[in-house]
């Protein structure tokens, strides 16, 4: 499929998702390519007839600066309660829906606001659904203090951890200031233990194991339709 055939899937897709908004509530909103549709779409929307939101929430800069500069104001986690809907993507999606995400990095920020979500919607293209977990490396976010001894904890579990590197080779910092460990795992055969094991890590922040978190997913299919999977 060329490029342009799946954006115009994936705005599709994100013109159903910003369908799902209800006027006066809280939105999170994530990032990456689908959320850049759906924030056009969003704003469609508020121009032809004004949602009046009471917040919105985001995880990451460019969305901020894309939400900003077409008329919304971004507010941070800790001045709301709680979310009624975010709107994200995923690295990767089970056919239970659980998911990886981090791949941009931002995977503490997406979870916290996830969590703090009452529901949640990933946008993805067909691309990103697998029948089990893996596939794609899964971020582990680590403090530089402890960086190396949690490597080698994980190497000893027989994770494969590779420290994620920038361009020009140098680790990649979060913006939290912390480095993130990409494991190579493929399957992975119980992620709820995995999981739990990485939650229990002492220098650990966060990983991008997403589960029991999303409700909803809109997927953009290379034969031209839009598959909404709910929970």
């Known amino acids: 499929m060329q490029k342009a ?25 994530g ?33 901020q600066r894309q939400l900003e500069e077409n008329g919304f104001h971004v507010n941070e986690l800790s001045e709301i309660d709680q979310a009624d809907l975010i709107v ?7 056919d239970n829906f659980d998911g990886i995400k981090g791949g941009g990095g931002a ?10 979500s009452k529901k949640c919607i990933w946008i993805v293209d067909e691309s990103k ?17 402890s960086c190396e001894q949690v490597k080698r904890k994980l190497a000893a579990q027989g994770l494969n951890p590779e420290f994620r590197l920038t ?18 795992v493929d399957p992975i055969p119980v992620p709820a233990g995995l999981a739990d094991y990485l939650d229990h890590l002492v220098g650990v922040v966060e990983h991008g194991l997403f589960l029991n978190m999303c409700d909803e997913v809109l997927i953009a299919h290379s034969d031209g339709t839009i598959e909404d999977r709910k929970r």
Not at 35 to 45: A, G, M, Q, S
Not at 47 to 56: F, G, M, V
Not at 131 to 142: N, R
Not at 169 to 183: A, C, M, Q
């Open 129 to 145: 659904l697998v029948h089990q977990l893996g596939d794609f490396p899964l971020p582990v976010e680590v403090l530089p203090i």
């Open 88 to 94: 994200d993507g995923a690295d990767r999606v089970a």
């Open 167 to 184: 361009d020009d080779g140098k680790r990649f910092v979060t913006h939290y200031g912390n480095y993130i460990l990409d494991l190579h």
């Open 5 to 29: 055939e799946q954006d115009k899937l994936k705005q599709e897709a994100a013109r159903q998702a910003a369908a799902m908004v209800k006027p006066g509530s809280i939105l999170g909103v």
């Open 107 to 116: 995977l503490t920020l997406e979870k916290n606001v996830a969590v703090n």
């Open 31 to 63: 990032t990456g390519s689908t959320v850049k549709f759906f924030i056009d779409e969003l704003t469609k929307r508020n121009q032809t007839s004004p949602l009046n939101l009471k917040a919105i929430v985001t995880t990451s800069s460019r969305s």
